[in-house]
């Protein structure tokens, strides 16, 4: 759901919640923004997973000691190469430019359109880190939903190094932009406050959100991968109340206190 407030901040808070991350690879992490602050209505829950996959993406892929940069710019023109069907209906007055920049180990040219589809992982030796090729697609598929454009540039410097620009458009005044479409889809949710959710803060788990919604079936989710479950649940939360569990001891546990149909 839209809302309006503190884009810039939003962002930081966002990068600043995954500073255990970077802590942990020893790596040296920067925030630049053109503007301290930018009130403006954007979707936080989209635009949360957003910054948070192309952190994480850059954490991942970037070594011990490494460094990593994110810039946030508000521009006032549309910045996207290409304005053609469906892109040439979206007008704002202003776009918000994120870049996520790494020092780390590149993306060979020639799979830079291939990264964004999903399931698919570069095959080469240097970015063999596990994972199972989802936080991309799932961010593009973000982007896309927005309205916006994500492109990719590597090598960067030195023949190393990713540069990830994402570009989203904004709406400065009170209402919701019309381009701009919660995720989640028909996902009942509870409107608690005009706020958007602290980043990194805990969500409660579906088995304390009470009765599922009439008519929407329950449905238990078990997936041991971060990244995976959270794109399960997103992709499924329209058509059911999805509860899920990391492991399955805690499946079994969430299956007992609320039971899947």
């Keep these: 759901e839209p809302v309006r407030s503190d ?4 962002v930081k808070d966002a990068l600043q919640s995954h500073a255990n991350l970077w802590d ?3 790596q040296r992490f920067e925030f630049k923004s053109a503007v301290e602050h930018e009130i403006c209505c954007f979707d936080p829950d989209m635009l949360q997973h957003i910054v948070s996959n192309l952190l994480t993406n850059a954490v991942k892929y970037t070594p011990e000691g490494g460094a990593i940069c994110a810039r946030v710019t508000v521009l006032k023109s549309d910045p996207r190469s290409s304005t053609t069907g469906t892109a040439a209906e979206i007008h704002a007055p202003a776009w918000l430019e994120l870049i996520v920049e790494d020092n780390g180990v590149g993306i060979d040219p020639a799979h830079h359109e291939l990264i964004f589809k999903p399931f698919y992982r570069e095959s ?5 880190c596990k994972g ?3 936080g991309l697609a799932y961010t593009h598929d973000l982007v896309t939903l927005w309205g916006g454009e994500i492109s990719v540039k590597s090598p960067v410097a030195g023949g190393k190094g990713a540069r990830f ?3 989203l458009p904004l709406v400065e005044g009170e209402n919701p932009p019309r381009v701009v479409t919660s995720f989640v889809g028909e996902t009942e949710k509870e409107e608690v406050s005009n706020v958007p959710e602290q980043a990194g803060s805990e969500a409660i788990p579906e088995t304390e959100l009470g009765p599922a919604p009439k008519g929407r079936p329950t449905l238990l989710v078990v997936e041991d991968n971060a990244d995976f479950r959270q794109f399960l649940e997103d ?3 329209g058509q059911f109340r999805v509860v899920s569990a990391e492991n399955g001891r805690e499946g079994l546990d969430r299956a007992k206190s609320a039971p899947p149909d």
């Design 7 to 10: 884009l810039v901040l939003f």
């Design 24 to 26: 942990a690879k020893r």
């Design 124 to 128: 080469s030796h240097a970015r063999s």
């Design 132 to 134: 199972d090729g989802i």
């Design 165 to 167: 620009t994402v570009w």
């Design 235 to 237: 992709e499924l939360s």
